[in-house]
């Protein structure tokens, strides 16, 4: 299954975008599905996750602004992000793991600029 990740962008402090990860094929492959970020220079952290039983997780720094959320019947994991500020610039991630198979998918980045 491949991942796509979309909807980044440009956008001012206080906006808000909605990133988008479609899945080739079922999401239910995967038992967690998550969202990453890479600013310059800094690590790839967690931002959010969700469990195949739907049970979300957030990174301290987006919890409140952000949501991740899925449509199943799309196989699509969205991170709606409010509240942006210029710290939530990165490029961001989609990823999926699979259990049984102890396999992470990742989809290509998507660019997030907060800026004025």
């Known amino acids: 299954v491949q991942l796509q990740a979309s909807g980044g962008g440009l956008v001012q402090p206080g906006g808000s975008l909605r990133l988008s990860c479609a899945a080739s094929?079922?999401?239910?492959?995967?038992?967690?599905m998550g969202w990453y970020r890479q600013a310059p220079g800094k690590q790839r952290e967690l931002v959010a996750s969700?469990?195949?039983?739907?049970?979300?997780d957030y990174a301290d720094s987006v919890k409140g602004r952000f949501t991740i959320s899925r449509d199943n019947a799309k196989n699509t994991v969205y991170l709606q992000m409010d509240s942006l500020t210029a710290e939530d610039t990165a490029v961001y991630y989609c990823?999926?793991?699979?259990?049984?198979?102890?396999?992470?998918?990742w989809g290509q980045g998507t660019l997030v600029t907060v800026s004025s």
């Open positions: 990823n999926g793991f699979t259990a049984y198979t102890g396999k992470t998918d």
């Open positions: 094929g079922s999401i239910f492959k995967f038992n967690v």
């Open positions: 969700m469990t195949f039983g739907g049970i979300t």
